[in-house]
């Protein structure tokens, strides 16, 4: 894969029909491509041979200009998570496509994800034969089998949709693009004697979703926020959603200097923060900043928050409240995490929901306020955000605080930084602690699945050809995606392995929460592997970050190229490194305390 030096052009949505036969398989593909979908990540076999024979193999990124339903090949669970991302990067819909049997669990850790992060993708879904019934199909997908049907609908509910004859066909096709258009996945299964029968040609118009707010809600908050803020702290809290809009890392900095606001920022949030934003005030919970961190922990109902975008996840707030009046800007129907499609049960004062598009409101926001008077108590945000007490490995071990601020230096813009579940899912956030010029964070972490990362990666290098690809993994992660390497060898990747020999967050977390169990007692060794040589078999190049650092500039030089070659690093780490913090395990440690009756 040509990697490009500018932004690749692809038309929004395709002419159609393409490759359309007279078959539903055809029919349902080319409607795929005509909402800009032509990009399927897959693997074959069983009942999704039917639809995957109209699919043409990848080979160059001249096939997703072009148009025609173009597939790359990758185990179950790097094609889901690989839809998934793409869209993170691209805000284009991609598919999964996966076929009969246990392949349902594999993609199902991916929809689940999408489905908390409010990312539209299509799952696309062989069962078995509609004439199979209780004669044993090898893969059973009936209610006696795998139950595909039951267990899809109870992730997604009508999000799940079933062709089960020929005239169901538009039925699910307008319900699929509604969901999508709604930011949300959505499953698709069917019988494949049935999407093979011949249908006649139809076509499901996509229909942009309109640029627009609930302008009373706006009026109503403009109307009263300068008054009952008037001399009170005003701080923002920027999500993941956020990160979704080009620009509004400059629309944050405008509302901050406005409302001298401090600004807090979730991992993925910090994407839509700008490095220039004086205002930006750390990183919450997962890996946080001290002075985040405090900033939270001491806020009163005399505070207001301005939520662009609310990230409810544990790794984002930690399951807490917010101890203060709040504000939530979302442009999502019913989001995860959201009672009654709000979200006034994690907030302790007073509650203020406005639904419409972050730019368009933070853009009227900015507007209105802009030339009023407004009062706000001196808020001084520190240049370091820590108050560091990180003691350094041995010396035959990489310093991790050195690694991540080194890295931050050298990296190139423009990058995509994914962190697997890993040590690095943390420890990158406690050291940079502010946006890095040119780089976006985007991956997914509620469903926290090991060796989710490399999927992320593909589906990400294959939105942004343009950008460099950072994957932040462990040596515990790699288990889960090794043996795929070879598939991903020209895509110019960037794969660091953090190498301690033990599922790191676990081992850690065990170390906080549970002392008094023993190092051989964990259950957490990862084998020694060489990384390096693992990788080379499979047509990488690899190298070994020395300990001292010495070579990183190097290395960075290689990874800055845009060279099509993929690269891994291992990076020797301390197995009892402690950086960046996880307030979770807090309430994990709750969970196991007996009480004393």
């Not at 060898?489 to 660091?496: A, I, N, P, S």
Request: proline share 5%; aromatic share 10%; glycine share 8%.
């Amino acid at each position: 894969m040509r990697l490009l030096e500018g932004k690749l052009q692809l038309a929004e949505r395709f002419e159609i029909p393409r490759i359309y036969n007279g078959t539903g398989n055809t029919l349902v593909l080319d409607n795929f491509s005509g909402w800009g979908a032509n990009l399927h990540f897959l693997t074959n076999g069983g009942g999704a041979v039917h639809v995957a024979e109209h699919l043409a193999p990848f080979r160059s990124i001249n096939d997703l200009v072009s148009g025609v339903p173009t597939a790359f090949v990758i185990n179950e669970i790097g094609a889901a998570y690989a839809a998934a991302s793409h869209y993170l990067a691209s805000r284009r819909i991609a598919v999964c496509d996966f076929t009969t049997g246990g392949a349902v669990h594999l993609v199902a850790p991916a929809v689940v994800d999408s489905k908390l992060h409010n990312v539209p993708v299509i799952y696309l879904g062989s069962l078995s034969a509609s004439t199979a019934g209780d004669n044993a199909p090898l893969q059973d997908t009936g209610p006696k089998g795998f139950n595909t049907v039951g267990m899809m609908k109870e992730v997604l509910g009508d999000g799940c949709q079933v062709i089960d004859s020929v005239d169901g066909i538009e039925r699910v096709l307008y319900n699929a693009r509604n969901r999508l258009l709604d930011s949300k996945p959505v499953v698709i299964l069917y019988h494949p004697d049935i999407l093979s029968k011949q249908v006649d040609w139809f076509k499901v118009p996509w229909k942009e979703k309109p640029k627009q707010m609930d302008k009373k809600g706006v009026d109503e908050f403009l109307s009263s926020f300068p008054s009952e803020t008037n001399g009170k702290r005003v701080v923002l809290f920027v999500g993941e959603e956020a990160a979704k809009y080009e620009g509004m890392r400059e629309l944050t900095t405008k509302l901050a200097r406005l409302l001298k606001a401090p600004t807090l920022y979730t991992q993925v949030g910090v994407s839509a923060v700008s490095p220039n934003n004086e205002f930006a005030a750390g990183y919450l919970m997962l890996g946080y900043n001290d002075f985040a961190r405090k900033l939270w922990k001491n806020l009163t109902t005399d505070d207001t928050v301005i939520c662009i975008g609310f990230d409810p996840f544990e790794y984002s707030t930690n399951q807490e409240k917010i101890k203060a009046n709040a504000v939530v800007i979302t442009n999502y129907n019913n989001p995860y995490g959201s009672v009654n499609d709000g979200f006034q049960h994690r907030v302790e004062g007073k509650y203020r929901h406005i639904k419409g598009d972050l730019e368009l409101v933070v853009t009227t926001m900015i507007e209105n306020l802009k030339g009023k008077y407004l009062i706000r108590p001196n808020v001084e945000v520190p240049k370091d955000l820590n108050e560091d007490n990180y003691v350094a490995p041995p010396s035959d071990f990489v310093n991790q605080s050195r690694f991540y601020k080194t890295f931050a230096e050298l990296v190139s813009s423009p990058t995509n930084i994914i962190g697997d579940v890993c040590m690095g899912y943390k420890d990158f956030q406690r050291v940079t602690q502010r946006p890095i010029s040119g780089v976006d964070v985007l991956y997914f972490h509620q469903g926290s699945l090991m060796g989710q990362g490399a999927g992320e990666a593909l589906g990400i290098r294959f939105a942004r050809p343009d950008k460099h690809i950072h994957l932040i993994t462990g040596d515990g992660c790699f288990e889960y995606f090794g043996a795929s390497l070879g598939r991903m060898k020209d895509l110019g990747l960037v794969f660091w392995v953090l190498d301690n020999g033990t599922h790191g967050l676990v081992s850690w977390g065990l170390s906080k929460i549970k002392p008094h169990i023993s190092d051989d007692r964990k259950l957490t060794d990862v084998p020694r592997n060489d990384y390096v040589k693992m990788a080379q078999a499979q047509g990488w190049k690899a190298y070994e970050l020395k300990p001292d650092l010495s070579n990183m500039e190097q290395i960075m030089k290689k990874a800055n190229s845009f060279n099509s070659h993929s690269m891994l690093i291992r990076v020797p780490i301390y197995p009892f490194d402690d950086l960046g913090q996880n307030p979770r395990l807090d309430n994990l440690g709750r969970q196991g305390r007996q009480l004393n009756l």
